[in-house]
């Protein structure tokens, strides 16, 4: 699968993507992980351990939709379960990017207990694939930190079914999860949260 044109097009897609998101800090010390549709039941993602600003196609490998990897000794990313739930639960997602940016680290421990964090007001809520205006409310689902892959993409799953129009979620002094139709889609994405992030952040600060 690996030889093919379109695995080779994704893969680079997910490459050029963690060149970006290295040089803007948000996936230091081999955070963060990619990935990308190929098919109903295969998505190319990174394996795990990479340094995710160096990536090349051999870094990349095809699991299917259990994540398990398909004609491949690499190791699929530790974080594997809950790229494929989100493909599942959304048919039309065609990539997923996971990043470690300070600002999502320390946004999401400063929520304690909460159980999301509420964006509202901002025009660049607008980046949101489906938000025709400023005036809406983006909730990010927030997830306490564990090790227990099986146990987060099951609470994602349900989280999911309860909200259906989310962008994202961040796990609690780890980072954001964030997906769109295809590679471009999930960097918008990615750049309006951190965006966003960054004015929470300030606007915190300023109110102190
Ligand atoms: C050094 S970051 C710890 C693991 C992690 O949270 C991550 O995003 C990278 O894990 P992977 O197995 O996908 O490299
Ligand atoms: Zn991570």
């Known amino acids: 699968?690996?030889?093919?044109?379109?695995?080779?097009?994704?893969?680079?897609?997910?490459?050029?993507?963690?060149?970006?998101?290295?040089?803007?800090?948000?996936?230091?010390?081999?955070?963060?992980?990619?990935?990308?549709?190929?098919?109903?039941?295969?998505?190319?993602?990174?394996?795990?351990?990479?340094?995710?600003?160096?990536?090349?196609?051999?870094?990349?490998?095809?699991?299917?939709?259990?994540?398990?990897?398909?004609?491949?000794?690499?190791?699929?990313?530790?974080?594997?379960?809950?790229?494929?739930t989100l493909y599942q639960h959304f048919p039309e997602c065609g990539a997923v990017l996971h990043t470690h940016s300070v600002n999502a680290t320390v946004l999401s421990k400063l929520a304690g207990d909460a159980d999301e964090i509420i964006l509202e007001d901002y025009e660049v809520l607008k980046a949101f694939?489906?938000?025709?205006?400023?005036?809406?409310?983006?909730?990010?689902?927030?997830?306490?930190?564990?090790?227990?892959?099986v146990q987060l993409g099951k609470d994602l799953a349900q989280r999911l079914e309860q909200q259906p129009n989310i962008h994202g979620f961040l796990i609690q002094g780890h980072g954001l999860y964030t997906w769109g139709r295809d590679m471009n889609e999930t960097r918008r994405h990615i750049e309006a949260f951190e965006f966003l992030f960054e004015c929470d952040m300030e606007m915190r600060r300023c109110s102190r």
């Open 1 to 84: 699968m690996i030889d093919t044109p379109l695995f080779q097009r994704v893969a680079d897609e997910i490459a050029d993507a963690g060149r970006f998101l290295y040089s803007r800090g948000w996936v230091p010390a081999t955070s963060g992980n990619f990935s990308g549709r190929l098919d109903d039941q295969h998505y190319a993602l990174t394996a795990s351990g990479r340094h995710k600003g160096e990536l090349q196609r051999k870094d990349i490998l095809v699991v299917d939709r259990n994540g398990d990897p398909v004609d491949s000794q690499l190791r699929p990313s530790a974080e594997t379960l809950l790229h494929t």
């Open 129 to 149: 694939q489906g938000n025709t205006t400023h005036d809406t409310v983006e909730r990010i689902p927030l997830f306490p930190n564990t090790q227990d892959m």
